[in-house]
């Protein structure tokens, strides 16, 4: 697939929270219609031509680290939220299919009546062929974030860009929730966003990223056609690079 002239990315990851998929002020862990709001962005970006595969986290239903803190065996805990992506990754198929874009989801931890086992060749076959992939069960791995699995897969499979979707619009100087003189960042690179401690993803996930030069756009996802627009190369969010200029 050729790379369409108003795309800036041809292969893009996007890294969606499990929270996202949560109506605000609602304590359903699943909103049916925003789930359909998502898919319906994801469908108008793969209509674009990029390529699109989709990372997923389980914070919604269940969040392992804070069931370790209050004294569950972590690594059980772990598995129990990759768990939890899977159910997620499933509601986000049925959407964006309900949209008539194929998607195969593809699993660090196999169950073969449920989905696809993760094989980056696979993976990148059908990115090639227009489908949407959703890798979910985080690494297969305890003690690795889904903002890892991102990191990860988007290395595998050569992905030009980690699209991260957020609750806010961008990376910020303060927290800007309790400082309203907080000022976002419209471009930092991997090493400023080291020596001020922002904290855009985890660790092992960032050091992932610097190591491989992985740009990283931080978006707020409740705002409209950002995916798009992101994937167009317009100026969404915060972008994070080796580069001091965007």
Known sequence: MSQPS????KRVVLKLSGEVLREPGNKESISPEVVQKIARQVADARQLGVELAIVIGGGNIWRGLTASHR???RTTADYMGMLATVINGLALMAAIEDLGIEVRVQTAIEMQNLAEPFIVRRATRHLELGRVVIFVAGTGNPFFSTDTTAALRAAEIGAEVILKA???DGIY????VKNPDATRFSHIT???ALSRRLQVMD???FSLCMDNK???IVFDMNKGDNIRLAIEGA???TLVSDKSDS
Not at 173 to 176: G, V
């Open 6 to 9: 108003h795309l800036r990315y």
């Open 71 to 73: 004294g569950m065996n």
């Open 166 to 168: 957020t609750k806010v």
């Open 173 to 176: 100087d303060a927290d800007p």
């Open 190 to 192: 991997y090493s400023e």
């Open 203 to 205: 660790s092992t996930a």
């Open 214 to 216: 992985m740009p990283i």
């Open 235 to 237: 100026s969404v969010g």
